[in-house]
Every structure is written in structure tokens, then in C-alpha cells.
């Protein structure tokens, strides 16, 4: 085992950073946002599921590659099978993580934005959500706006990560996520105070049956995947800092419960709020930015709460991001042997270089698409609804049938010695899930994702 190598500070430190990395923007605005345009509870039911039978057995299989070998995602893949074709699914992990992190971070942007918003009281300004989507529209059309907390939270992200794994990543996932969590509890506990609020809970959790269609269950699926972190290494790179003695399944567990208890109150803190001024759920994308700002200039306490929740979504924005960086800067590390505080820096800057096309996308250059759509919806859907899926897709069929369970499962056990014995039958069934179950369900994902590929094709050759 490499003795320079970094690593967690303690088993804490792993699950609140694997955990930081998976609860972000993917909770608090994609989740609320997809959930309110397919019919909510349905969608939730249907994600949930997913949750549990594809994203826990897959983490697990990817933290445990990350465990096993200490390595970044391409060193790791090529340690266990010495195959360059192998590697080359942990290359594209690092290219998603490029990919991910350069429009993730406009949104993180829009978000630190959000926070002097708040503060200096444009939310009373336009607290319709007509007017509130129209100031939106214009500080989002305004380059210098979203180009500025664009690169601002490009910084922030390369500071932490600069610092390293555990004086960086490690202490400030202590400090954030709990903060984080805490601040969502109250948020919720004044959605459910509001008047009104019980029809924003029965949209969440009422399914309505006849809402559930094939298109809503690849989509929870893909959604649980990208609200993982799953399928680019990001994990496997957290993984990859582990000692033996730490429980993989355990930890999985851990991370897979609080990100979806941070999803479903994100979702009960922000439906109730828009259900009591009676706002559409379905407002799309923006239904953050479009209807809270109207909806905090209209509830009592409505100043100070909306400036706690941009800094909210702008900490669990970090938390995620560090993660997407490390990926790559790992791999430069790692396989390059370039110097952490370097990797940060200059991988920071080609981040930002490739984000600049989507930044633009919102303004100047709007009416450039290809395949109909703008940059940063093009980055999206590359990296989300094709790189994602088909890196879980390698992942599972990698650990089940080419590493195979016979050196999988002694791995496995080191740290989970008592899951072993006392529930030998939770290894059965996550053998099954990871052999047969999960590549089937990904692999119809990923068909979906072609699927709309081919839609937007033939919409491009009409
Ligand atoms: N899981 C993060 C979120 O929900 C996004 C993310 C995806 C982070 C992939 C790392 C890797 O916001």
C-alpha cells in the first residue's frame, strides 16, 4: 500500500465527504424541480426504488474498487484488470468530471449570486414569479454576472481541494454538512408552518398512478445515478483515501440515507413553500430561482430565510464540486505525477476555460445549438444521460464479471467481518442486484438516453 498516498482523517471523515459529494444541486434543485414536472410522488416512489436497488449496490461496488486499490479511477480500473480498455472507463469518468464540473459550477454561480440577492432585498423587488423570472432572465443574460460568480465559485472549489484531502476536503465537509443539514430542518419546519402546506405534501408523497410511464422511471434512474455521485469515479476516488478497517457496505448505507433524507426534505422544505403561495410545481429548471425568491418576499421571516437557503445551496454545491475536481486532479496526481497544489490550480483553469461556452449559452451565445440544443444543455446531456449511466453500467459488470465475486467478496468483507456472518444472505442479494438486476435496468437507461439522442437528431435533419 502506497504510505504517502492521502487519506481520510477518520471513518467520519470518509461518509461525511462521500456524503457532501453526493447531496448537492442534485438534491436541492434538480430533484424538486424533475419530481414537480413528473407528477411528484410518483416520481418519488419510483426514485426511491431505484435508490435502493441500483444506486446502493452499485456505490458499494464503486467505493470498494476505490478501497481496493488507491487509486485514481483509470490507475484503479487498470490495477484490477490490466486492460487499457478498462482504464479507458475510468478516462471517462475523468472527462465527465470535466464535463460535470464545468456546468455545475454556473449553476453554484447562480446561486452565490443568489445569496446578494437575497441580502440586499430583490426579492421584494419582484415578488411575482413573472417579474422574479424576468430579473432572473437578466442577470442571467448579463455576461459579466454570470461569467463573475461563475469563476467565483471556481476559486472557492480550487481552494478546498488545493488544501488536500484531509485539511481541505475532509475538515471542510465536517463543518459544511452539518451546517447543511441543519438549515434544511428549518426550512422544512417553516414549509410545513405555512398555510397550505398539507397540499404540498400530498404532491409529494400521493402518487397519482396513471403519471408513471416508462419515460418517468429511466428518468428516476438516471437521476439517482447523477444524485450519487455514481458512474464517474468520484466515488471510487473517496474510496480510494479508505483504510480496509472501514465497512464499505456500511458507509454506503449511510450515504445513500442521508442523501435521499436531504432530497425528500429539500422537497417537502420547497413544495410546501411554493404550494401555499399557490405556484406551479412544473415550472421547470428554474423553479428555484424563478418562484422561491416570490415566495420568501412573501412569508414571514421571508428576508432572513432566503438569504440561509442560497448559502445553503451554495455550501452543498462545494461539497459536491470538490468532488468533481478531485477526480481529475487524482488522476493527475496519481498517473502524471503532478504536485496536488498545481493539479488544483491548473485543472481549476481548464475547467473554466471549457465552462465558458455554457456560461455563454445563457447570453451571447443563445442561439448557437447543436442537435437543438445550447452548449451548456448539450454538456449536460452528454455527461448526465450518457456518461453517467454507461460508467455504472462498466462498474457493475466490471465488479461482477470480470473482477469476478471470488476476489470481490474478501475485499468486501475487510471492515464488514459481522455483516458477513450475521446476514450472509445481504451478500446474496447484493451479488444478484449487481450481476443481473443493475446492468439490465442501466442498460435500459442508457437506451433511453439514445433514444432521445435520436429524437433530437432526426429534429436537427427536419
Ligand atoms: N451528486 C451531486 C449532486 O447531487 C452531483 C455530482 C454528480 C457530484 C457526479 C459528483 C459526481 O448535486
Redesign the pocket.
Known amino acids: 500500500m502506497d504510505q504517502n498516498r492521502e487519506k481520510w482523517g477518520s471513518k467520519i471523515g470518509f461518509v461525511l465527504a462521500a456524503a457532501g459529494?453526493?447531496?448537492?444541486?442534485?438534491?436541492?434543485?434538480?430533484?424538486p424541480y424533475i419530481a414537480g414536472e413528473n407528477g411528484g410522488a410518483s416520481f418519488v416512489l419510483v426514485y426511491l426504488i431505484c435508490i435502493a436497488i441500483i444506486g446502493l449496490p452499485v456505490l458499494i461496488a464503486e467505493i470498494l474498487i476505490g478501497r481496493t486499490t488507491q487509486r485514481n479511477p483509470v490507475g484503479a480500473f487498470y490495477k484490477l484488470s490490466n486492460s487499457k480498455i478498462w482504464a479507458g472507463v475510468g478516462g471517462l469518468g475523468v472527462v465527465?468530471?470535466f464535463m460535470?464540473?464545468s456546468f455545475?459550477a454556473i449553476i453554484a454561480g447562480w446561486s452565490l449570486g443568489y445569496i446578494i440577492e437575497a441580502i440586499v432585498g430583490n426579492f421584494y423587488i419582484w415578488p411575482e414569479p413573472a417579474a422574479a423570472a424576468d430579473h432572473f432572465q437578466q442577470l442571467v443574460s448579463n455576461p459579466t454576472w454570470i461569467i463573475g460568480y461563475f469563476l467565483l465559485f471556481m476559486i472557492l472549489t480550487v481552494a478546498i481541494v488545493f488544501a488536500g484531502v484531509q485539511k481541505g476536503i475532509e475538515r471542510a465537509s465536517k463543518i459544511m454538512m452539518p451546517i447543511l443539514v441543519i438549515l434544511l430542518i428549518v426550512l422544512m419546519i417553516r414549509g410545513l408552518t405555512l398555510p397550505g402546506a398539507e397540499k404540498g405534501l400530498n404532491f409529494l408523497w400521493n402518487p397519482e398512478w396513471d403519471k408513471i410511464s416508462t419515460g418517468t422511471i429511466l428518468l428516476a434512474l438516471g437521476h439517482a445515478?447523477?444524485?450519487?455521485?455514481?458512474?464517474?469515479?468520484?466515488?471510487l476516488t473517496y474510496g480510494s483515501y479508505m483504510s480496509e478497517d472501514d465497512n464499505v457496505p456500511r458507509s454506503a448505507l449511510q450515504i445513500v440515507t442521508l442523501?435521499t433524507v436531504i432530497?425528500l426534505v429539500a422537497g417537502m422544505a420547497i413544495f410546501t413553500a411554493v404550494f401555499a403561495v399557490g405556484l406551479d410545481p412544473a415550472a421547470g429548471p428554474g423553479l428555484i430561482f424563478h418562484t422561491l425568491p416570490g415566495v420568501f418576499a412573501k412569508m414571514p421571516g421571508g428576508y432572513i430565510f432566503s438569504i440561509i437557503f442560497f448559502i445553503l445551496l451554495s455550501i452543498?454545491?462545494l461539497t459536491?464540486?470538490i468532488?468533481?475536481l478531485e477526480?481529475v486532479v487524482s488522476y493527475f496526481v496519481d498517473e502524471k505525477k503532478w504536485k496536488r497544489h498545481n493539479a488544483a490550480i491548473v485543472l481549476g483553469i481548464v475547467t473554466a476555460i471549457i465552462g465558458l461556452p455554457s456560461v455563454l449559452a445563457f447570453n451571447i451565445l443563445s442561439d448557437f445549438k447543436i442537435f437543438g440544443l445550447n452548449f451548456f444543455d448539450l454538456v449536460d446531456f452528454i455527461a448526465?444521460n450518457i456518461l453517467?449511466p454507461l460508467g455504472g453500467l462498466m462498474i457493475s459488470i466490471f465488479v461482477a464479471w470480470i473482477w469476478g465475486f471470488d476476489r470481490v467478496l474478501p475485499k468486501l468483507k475487510l471492515g464488514a467481518e459481522k455483516l458477513f456472518n450475521d446476514y450472509p444472505w445481504v451478500i446474496s442479494v447484493w451479488k444478484i442486484f449487481l450481476k443481473y438486476l443493475a446492468p439490465v435496468l442501466i442498460f435500459l437507461v442508457f437506451l433511453q438516453s439514445i433514444g432521445v439522442l435520436e429524437k433530437i437528431v432526426s429534429i436537427f435533419l427536419d
Open positions: 459529494s453526493a447531496i448537492g444541486l442534485g438534491n436541492i434543485w434538480k430533484f465527465a468530471g460535470i464540473l455545475y445515478f447523477f444524485t450519487l455521485s455514481l458512474g464517474m469515479g468520484a466515488m442523501d432530497a452543498a454545491a459536491s464540486s468532488s468533481l477526480v448526465s453517467l
